[in-house]
């Protein structure tokens, strides 16, 4: 790590090939836009970089803690040809495999070759039209890189391919509830409802949360009624608190048991009662 005393020691200066990603930092275990670049080491005085060290290589820097991997870039350019070559060699011996084809995508992405990295994303659709697996990952894919414009499409032609597949299910769910689709959202998720295998909470409190946005108290209630089938989502005071609002508000409309007041009737709202039943 590069430092300085009384602005003599080492920095960093002149970031270039910026590349982000959404993904998992190692250090803090947050889900957050990680940064990659290469960058100049420099001896400094008075911050004045005066003998350059050599680039580095900065990988998964997190955008929230900032931890970071470092490496020098000559070592990280050997590092890239040798990934690239044996997953293209991969990829050239299973043609029609296309675990070996995303293989090569992911090693493209990861050092940071975007361009071929695209043109290979887009022969993969092209190649494998009704493999729905494919179109999911190429989603995910898409979505870590930034490129949302083409996540959504990718994301519902995965479900319409297999629309049994719990996960398709319920991302194409989510992609529902973001456009205010809530009542289509609600009835893909029907099917995953306990006992259902695939059941996980999140989406209902996900639904739950946008009908109370939405003002539907009682359609929201139902959602983390159905969440709270799963333990762990009792633990969080924040959806507790939400799905105790809701619970009030939806109480609000509920019907009420009718009882008769104390002494029946009034005897002209009774006489009027048997005068409509006669
Ligand atoms: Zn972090």
Not at 223 to 239: E, G, H, L, N, S
Not at 254 to 277: E, H, K, V, W
Request: glycine fraction near 6%.
């Amino acid at each position: 790590m590069p430092f300085t005393i009384k602005g003599i020691g080492t920095r960093y200066y002149g970031k270039r090939n910026v590349r982000k990603e959404m993904g998992t930092c190692q250090n803090c275990r947050k889900f957050v836009q990680l940064e990659n670049y290469d960058i100049g080491l420099y001896f400094v005085i008075l911050y004045i970089p005066i003998i350059p060290l050599g680039r580095r290589q900065i990988t998964d820097k997190c955008f929230y803690c900032l931890h970071h991997r470092v490496m020098p870039l000559a070592k990280w350019r050997d590092l890239k040809s040798s990934a690239i070559e044996t997953s293209l060699q991969a990829l050239v011996n299973d043609m029609h495999n296309p675990a070996r084809a995303f293989e090569y995508l992911f090693t493209l992405t990861r050092f940071n070759e975007m361009d071929d990295a695209r043109e290979l994303a887009a022969t993969i659709e092209a190649q494998y039209p009704d493999n729905a697996d494919a179109h999911y990952v190429l989603a995910g894919w898409h979505m870590s890189t930034g490129m949302s414009k083409e996540v959504k499409r990718l994301f519902q032609r995965a479900f319409e391919l297999n629309p049994d597949n719990p996960d398709y299910r319920r991302t194409q769910a989510m992609m529902l509830v973001e456009q205010g689709r809530l009542d289509e959202a609600r009835e893909l998720v029907r099917c995953l409802e306990p006992p259902a295998e695939g059941f996980q909470p999140e989406e209902f409190v996900a639904l739950g949360e946008a009908f109370q946005k939405q003002g539907n108290h009682v359609a929201a209630t139902e959602m983390f009624r159905i969440a709270k089938t799963d333990p762990t989502v009792c633990q969080d005071k924040k959806f507790l608190k939400m799905s105790k609002r809701s619970e009030k508000r939806a109480a609000q409309y509920a019907p009420r048991d009718f009882t008769l007041p104390r002494g029946g009737f009034p005897q002209q709202a009774s006489g009027s009662i048997r005068s409509f039943t006669q």
